[in-house]
């Protein structure tokens, strides 16, 4: 009797907690399956992954100052010709320590002339620099004194950074 009394407490013990465990073993079966199909329905799409990397941008690991700036400068340059902005040459800030990184902050202050469009195409595809890490500064002027047909062109102050080691 004493065994049997034994033997019951032990699968009362058993049962109780073993019922738990299975409980949360479904769970967590159950919420792997789903983080497996929603992997695979990125994966399968092409064109999804290939839309999400089209919305990343790029970025370069930071090179020593003298090598990052004309990187930075020459891809910049691209972008503001590719863009038809003219631009007066460009000018280097100098570089800073950031608060709470461990690269120096390289400015790069840019002043030229455009349409409104050419500026917001330029923007748009400022992205695409592997070596930008943010404009820091945007200023537009507007002509409101001059001829009708030159009213049309803005003025722009731009300050652009990058990290350097």
């Not at 595809?125 to 945007?138: D, M, S």
Request: glycine share 8%; aromatic share 8%; with cysteine.
């Amino acid at each position: 009797m004493i065994q049997f009394g034994g033997l019951c407490a032990v699968a009362i013990l058993a049962f109780t907690f073993g019922a738990d465990w299975l409980g949360q073993w479904g769970e967590v079966r159950a919420s792997l399956a789903l983080a497996r199909g929603e992997l695979n329905d990125l994966g399968s799409d092409s064109a999804k992954r290939a839309g999400l990397l089209s919305i990343v941008p790029v970025f370069e690991e930071p090179q020593p100052e003298e090598t990052q700036k004309f990187l930075f400068r020459d891809k910049l340059h691209e972008q503001l010709k590719k863009a038809g902005i003219k631009n007066q040459p460009l000018a280097f800030l100098a570089a800073r320590k950031g608060k709470n990184i461990s690269y120096k902050v390289l400015r790069i202050k840019c002043k030229g002339k455009c349409r409104f469009d050419q500026l917001l195409d330029f923007l748009a595809a400022l992205k695409e620099n592997p070596y930008l890490v943010g404009v820091e500064e945007l200023s537009i002027q507007c002509g409101t004194k001059e001829p009708p047909e030159k009213r049309k062109e803005i003025e722009i102050d731009l300050t652009v950074s990058t990290f350097v080691k």
